[in-house]
């Protein structure tokens, strides 16, 4: 079920909502379950088929980590232990990452095996189950901690709430069940918080509309000039620039307004979500970049592999390479394929040049430029690396992302001169209009760089005429957003 | 937060209000014609409901541009490749390209077109009669042919009834659209109603012999269809733009507008096309159908031809590229020119 539904807004979403707070006046348990059985219809709204996986993974998952717990008390009471917990947090691991694998990777390495050693092996088709990689890193998480000692909770009802709760399950961001198992036990969610239900309209409308009204009609460009480029076109500078632009807003809207959203709608039933993007387009270098896009997911990869990796522990020449791995499986992370391998690679080395020049000059430099002058070039130039390595990351090959490329650096793209560009010719690979195509791109810039992150939205309402108001702003962007339904319009990151 | 509460209950109750009423209309909002969509007026009032034949979709399938023996330059009457369909089902390969793929009938045509190693000897070019003029226009400026391809539209599937959904809004629309028209069109001297800019209902002299739709008095039609005949100029254009085609044979078809069809049959742009280039008779082939009781050859909800009606169509179009009639034609091209 998408977030951008009539089903959704006008079915689920109500009724889950009434029956969480119906429910929890008689009993909190109930409130949970019923919160995790909607989750998982929810889940299964798409393909019922894979509940089962999606619960046998919850349950596997919870069983190991009971085990691990377990052994790993009797470990430190020096009793006898049955099994060693380190080795049962090993197996495990290697249960999850098997089931990612084979759904996510087998038909890739396959592929990869078959273009190199000239082989014919086939698996079939492999159906990937929607947000398999988040609810796999979820678990993966869950267990190490307890392993480590983390987990404080094992409630059974709330573990699998934490694993499937619906605003998050398919597209993040990424729990913590440390940030999540207390606020399913603390009996204040069970309350209606008519604050954190007013915020989470203003939050879900502003998610909506940067989905439907930006990401979606900005995608039908997105696609028109990489379809052109696809079927055998060199695209114009400016074309190929455009092309670019308008799939870095693409996805940003589309993920950001996702997790808005998810946000959202979990602030209705009293639960805080970790914030995902912190206006990540505003970032002044990559490694800002990196604290402000994706943040659950960079949290992840920071706690769960750069560190245990050895992260910036054992060298300096170690450390880059711990980034540049811990990047390069960010990027597969994203989905079977070369292009997005490269992507994190191209990231990774972006990262690994903005810490040697922090290092090498940045650091024992006085510094030269003003503030505000530094801020600016850094930016532009973060801004500029991060849309050149988005290019790669949409493109289907490597070819389609060489062309577009070399037309953006000027190499070799189709000739056209900027009047003619004023008359009409901004696009040729497709035919949409260019002037509606600068419609969306502009403002869009203007709110990536301009305005404060959506997170900071709050609801104000001490004031009667105030509340009115924004009542009224939401009602208005809540109907242009609902007006622009007709269609099927998955979010991006449903596919990784 | 003293209004938290306030606001939370007036947003959910407004939109829940819209929800109902939009959802309850919502079944209105699916359309499967293009004159019903922009009118805004229920399928069950003007969906054809007689059965149209299927098209195999290996029918549908464009040729490559090495192997094609026929290239279709069109606007959506071919887009569909519909018409095109009783071409190769007799053995023709046939390429459509659509007028925005090529941007035009430019100077640089016909090496452009040796450059993407076309080899056969026909090339259609289709206009609906609305465009006409514009078009020619365009083409007759047009200098460099900037080709860029559609992407993902070779089929390979058809049906007759394919559905768009629209959104909440249009179906409350159409549901008040509905009903207006059933109040005017119950008026004694009704003729014609202009549900929103882009359209008008008419009264169709014997409708319910021509049409299967429940309200089959009445037909719908597009506000911008030529109600004059074309000028004359229109021709000499059209033999312009045949000089820049060497020893390519252009066969020209005109569609009439559907008004043209039923409302303005007397029109003479069609005959002066026939006798000037050999170009299919349409609008005569079309009044012939219409005279034979051919019911429904202009769905009522739709600007376009029905499946039977592009059938015809495609009938017409091979008689003036088979064999026997190429050598008769070429030469009265030539003549003409």
């Known amino acids: ?496 | 937060m003293r209004y938290a509460k306030l606001f939370s209950l007036l947003i959910i109750s407004v939109i829940g209000l819209y929800g109902a009423v939009g959802l309850y209309f919502l079944p209105l909002a699916g359309f499967e014609g293009d004159l019903t969509r922009i009118g805004m007026l229920p399928e069950k009032m003007f969906g054809w409901t007689k059965p149209q034949p299927a098209i195999d979709p290996k029918l549908l399938r464009s040729a490559s541009w090495q192997e094609a023996d026929v290239l279709v330059v069109g606007d959506s009457f071919s887009g569909e490749k519909i018409w095109q369909s009783a071409l190769v089902k007799r053995g023709l390969k046939v390429r459509t390209e659509g007028w925005n793929n090529i941007r035009g009938l430019c100077k640089d045509f016909q090496p452009w077109l040796n450059a993407q190693g076309y080899k056969g000897k026909f090339v259609v070019f289709e206009l609906v009669e609305r465009n006409i003029e514009s078009a020619l226009n365009k083409n007759l400026a047009c200098e460099r042919t900037e080709y860029h391809p559609s992407v993902g539209d070779n089929k390979a599937s058809f049906s007759n009834h394919k559905v768009s959904f629209g959104r909440m809004s249009i179906g409350i629309q159409t549901q008040l659209k509905a009903m207006q028209y059933s109040q005017i069109s119950g008026q004694i001297n009704f003729t014609e109603w202009q549900p929103t800019s882009g359209t008008r209902v008419h009264r169709i002299d014997q409708g319910c012999q021509k049409f299967s739709h429940a309200q089959c008095q009445d037909a719908l039609f597009y506000s911008s269809d030529r109600v004059t005949d074309l000028p004359d100029s229109t021709v000499d254009s059209i033999a312009t733009l045949n000089s820049r085609l060497g020893d390519i044979t252009p066969l020209w078809v005109f569609m009439p507008d559907k008004s043209t069809i039923y409302l303005h049959p007397d029109k003479q742009f069609w005959n002066k096309a026939e006798q000037r280039f050999n170009a299919p008779n349409v609008l005569r082939t079309m009044r012939e159908a219409l005279d034979r009781g051919v019911v429904d050859l202009y769905p009522a909800n739709n600007s376009h031809l029905s499946t039977t009606g592009y059938l015809l169509l495609g009938d017409l179009i091979y008689q003036h590229i088979s064999p026997a009639h190429s050598t008769t034609r070429q030469k009265n091209a030539k003549i003409s020119n």
Request: a positive charge; hydrophobic letters at 50%.
């Open chain 1, 1 to 496: 079920m998408l977030f951008n539904s009539y089903a959704f807004i006008f079915g689920f979403l109500p009724v889950v909502l009434l029956g969480f707070f119906h429910l929890a006046r008689v009993s909190h348990r109930y409130a949970a379950a019923w919160l995790a059985l909607a989750s998982l219809f929810f889940y299964g709204y798409w393909n019922p088929a894979y509940i089962g996986l999606l619960l046998g993974s919850i349950v596997c998952n919870y069983v190991f980590g009971l085990w691990i717990a377990k052994n790993r008390v009797q470990e430190s009471n020096r009793k006898p232990k049955i099994q060693n917990p380190k080795q049962l947090l090993f197996v495990a691991i290697v249960a999850n990452l098997a089931l990612l694998g084979y759904y996510k990777y087998a038909n890739f390495f396959i592929g990869s095996v078959n273009t190199l050693a000239g082989t014919q092996w086939s698996m079939g088709s492999i159906i990937l189950p929607l947000g398999i990689s988040f609810f796999t890193f979820t678990q993966i998480a869950f267990l190490v901690d307890t392993y480590r000692g983390e987990v404080k909770e094992y409630n059974f009802i709330h573990y699998v709430l934490f694993v499937t709760y619906f605003p998050h399950l398919i597209a993040g961001p990424v729990l913590h069940h440390k940030e999540m198992m207390p606020q399913f036990a603390r009996p204040s969610t069970y309350r209606i918080n008519w604050g954190n239900i007013a915020t989470g309209l203003m939050l879900f409308t502003v998610g909506l509309c940067k989905k439907t009204l930006w990401a979606d009609p900005i995608a039908a460009y997105t696609d028109g000039i990489f379809a052109g480029v696809a079927s055998g076109m060199t695209p114009t500078l400016y074309e190929a620039w455009c092309g670019a632009l308008a799939y870095t807003l693409q996805i940003y809207f589309d993920f950001s307004g996702y997790t808005d959203m998810a946000l959202g709608i979990a602030l209705m039933f009293g639960i805080k979500l970790p914030i995902n993007f912190d206006s990540p387009y505003k970032s002044t270098s990559i490694i800002d970049f990196w604290r402000r896009w994706h943040m659950t997911l960079s949290r992840f990869l920071r706690d769960y592999l750069y560190i245990p990796l050895g992260g910036n522990r054992k060298g300096k020449s170690r450390r880059y390479l711990n980034m540049m791995a811990t990047m390069l499986l960010g990027g597969l992370w994203h989905g079977a394929g070369w292009t997005f391998v490269i992507w994190g690679a191209l990231h990774g080395l972006y990262l690994t040049i903005n810490h040697l020049w922090r290092e090498a000059i940045a650091d024992k430099l006085p510094r030269l430029l003003p503030r505000w002058l530094a801020a600016l070039s850094g930016g532009t130039l973060t801004f500029i690396a991060v849309v050149v390595a988005w290019v790669v990351f949409r493109a289907a090959d490597m070819t389609q992302a060489t062309t577009m490329l070399k037309a953006m650096a000027g190499i070799s793209y189709y000739p056209v001169t900027f009047s003619e560009v004023l008359t009409g010719k901004l696009l040729l690979t497709t035919d949409l209009s260019g002037r509606d195509l600068i419609k969306l791109l502009l403002p869009g810039l203007l709110w990536v760089w301009l305005l404060p992150n959506s997170t900071r939205l709050k609801f104000l309402g001490n004031n009667l005429l105030l509340a009115i108001l924004q009542a009224a702003a939401v009602i208005y962007f809540l109907y242009l957003a609902i007006e622009q339904f007709g269609s099927y319009s998955p979010f991006l990151y449903f596919q990784f």
